[in-house]
C-alpha cells in the first residue's frame, strides 16, 4: 500500500518539545526511528515486524501470537531463559509485545542506565 498522494513533511512541533528525530535505514532494509528527548528520564525501544495473524498458515492458527511469546525464551548469546526480562527489571524496566493481524510489536522501557545491554539483548532475538 503507497502513499502516493502524500506530501512528505515534518510535522509542526509544539514550540516547548525538545525531541529530536531521526530515520535511518540499515544495510539489511531495517528502517529505524531515532527520538532524543532530554526531558525523558527513561529509555525504550519498539520494532514492528510486517507479519501478524492474518500470516498464520491455515492448519496453524495462532502461530504468530506463539511465536511472540516463545521469542524472549533465551539465545546464543544470553541463553538463560528468564536474563532478558531479569535484566530489565533490573534496571527498572519491563517489555511488552502484541500481535496484530498484520504485524506483530515487540517493545521494551528501562532506565537509560540499562538501555545499551538492553538493545544489546534484544537485538539477539
Known amino acids: 500500500m503507497g502513499c502516493t498522494n502524500m506530501i512528505n513533511k515534518p510535522l509542526d512541533k509544539h514550540p516547548l ?9 540499515l544495510d539489511n532494509g531495517v528502517k ?15 520494532m514492528v515486524v510486517e507479519v501478524g495473524s492474518l500470516e498464520n498458515p491455515g492448519n496453524r492458527e495462532g502461530l504468530a ?9 533465551g539465545t546464543e548469546k544470553y541463553p538463560d531463559v528468564d536474563e532478558y ?15 496484530a493481524g498484520d504485524h506483530t510489536n515487540y517493545q521494551l ?13 534484544f537485538a539477539q532475538f
Not at 518539545?17 to 535505514?25: A, G, I, P, Q
Not at 501470537?65 to 525464551?73: D, G, K, V, Y
Not at 526480562?85 to 500481535?99: C, E, H, Q, R, V
Open 17 to 25: 518539545d525538545k525531541s529530536e528525530v531521526r530515520k535511518l535505514t
Open 109 to 121: 522501557q528501562v532506565l537509560p542506565d540499562g538501555f545499551e545491554g538492553a538493545l544489546d539483548r
Open 32 to 46: 529505524v526511528y531515532l527520538l532524543s528527548n532530554p526531558d525523558f528520564n527513561v529509555s525504550a525501544a519498539s
Open 65 to 73: 501470537h506463539f511465536l511472540e511469546h516463545m521469542l524472549f525464551l
Open 85 to 99: 526480562s531479569t535484566y530489565l527489571k533490573t534496571f527498572g524496566g519491563y517489555s511488552n509485545a502484541y500481535t
